[in-house]
């Protein structure tokens, strides 16, 4: 199984960045796909949440408006579209995928937002 992301950095306030997740080994059409991040400092959070056949997608409050995940089962990919981000999105961002009680993650991908 490997869960692997992409399109992090850095970035000014205000700006945008578009993570990808690229998922093998297991049948990304019937799991649930997730982005979590961490903080240094802080416990990993859930950011964004999306049902297997993209039909219900779910938010933290605090990217609400801001973030938009997709998927594409089609070729076994997850993004997130990250717009107006702010200093306080800076952390480490982890896909997940779950696949009933089995859990999957990718090894992060960093993103600074700084000035």
């Known amino acids: 199984v490997q869960l692997v992301e992409s399109g992090g950095g850095l970035v000014q306030p205000g700006g945008s960045l578009r993570l990808s997740c690229a998922a093998s080994g297991f049948t990304f059409s019937r799991a649930v796909m997730s982005w979590h991040r961490q903080a240094p400092g802080k416990e990993r959070e859930l950011v964004a949440s999306i049902s297997s056949n993209g039909g219900v997608t779910n938010y933290q409050d605090s990217v609400k408006g801001g973030f938009t995940i997709s998927r594409d089962n089609a070729k076994n990919t997850v993004t997130l579209q990250m717009n107006s981000l702010k200093p306080e999105d800076t952390a480490v961002y982890y896909c997940?995928?779950?696949?009933?009680?089995?859990?999957?993650w990718g090894q992060g991908t960093q993103v600074t937002v700084s000035s």
């Open positions: 997940k995928g779950l696949r009933g009680s089995v859990a999957y």
